[in-house]
């Protein structure tokens, strides 16, 4: 199950970003291999509420484009633990919460030369990535992370500077 909810009236999200996003985080699941039912929540936002959770879970205040805060312990797509973090009505795995400021994703596009749609799709993949235990800190981590956000990306037909 993907949870998308909007709160934030800046940037016009409309029903086919809500369905970019569920596919994005559908085709990241699929490229993985995960099998289980899961559940992702996103929370789409303006760049002052990112400023505000980014200042209290990372103590840097300043907005930014997306935060993952991944429930289950993954390392690079292997489940490492999932113990507690299954929804008890459902069933489903809790990977974890996505939070998106629109603004920011809306700026960058415009200064990437691409659509809004790449940038949401490109911050939703990478942080369904985060989620399943894929980072970025050292050089090969990031040209991996940004190899499979990229490989999703072409899959949708949303290659770099396609507006």
């Known amino acids: 199950m993907i949870i998308i909810e909007n709160e934030q009236d800046r940037i016009s999200i409309s029903g086919n970003i809500n369905e970019l996003i569920e596919r994005t985080i559908d085709l990241c699941m699929k490229a993985e291999k995960l099998e289980k039912a899961y559940e992702v929540s996103v929370l789409i936002v303006d760049d002052e509420e990112i400023r505000k959770i980014n200042r209290e879970h990372r103590d840097i205040d300043k907005a930014t484009d997306v935060l993952s805060f991944p429930m289950a312990e ?9 113990e507690g973090d299954y929804d008890p009505e459902s069933e489903e795995l809790m990977l974890g919460d996505i939070i ?26 990478h942080s369904c990535f985060h989620l399943l235990g894929y980072d970025h800190m050292e ?10 956000q990229e490989k999703i990306l072409r899959q949708m037909g949303l290659n770099r500077h396609s507006i």
Not at 74 to 82: A, H, K, P, V
Not at 139 to 148: N, Y
């Open 74 to 82: 993954f390392e690079n797509g292997e489940l490492i633990s999932d």
């Open 100 to 125: 998106i400021s629109a603004e920011t994703a809306k700026r960058q596009a415009h200064e990437y030369g691409h659509s809004f749609e790449r940038e949401i799709a490109f911050l939703t993949a």
């Open 139 to 148: 050089a090969e981590e990031e040209k991996i992370m940004l190899g499979k």
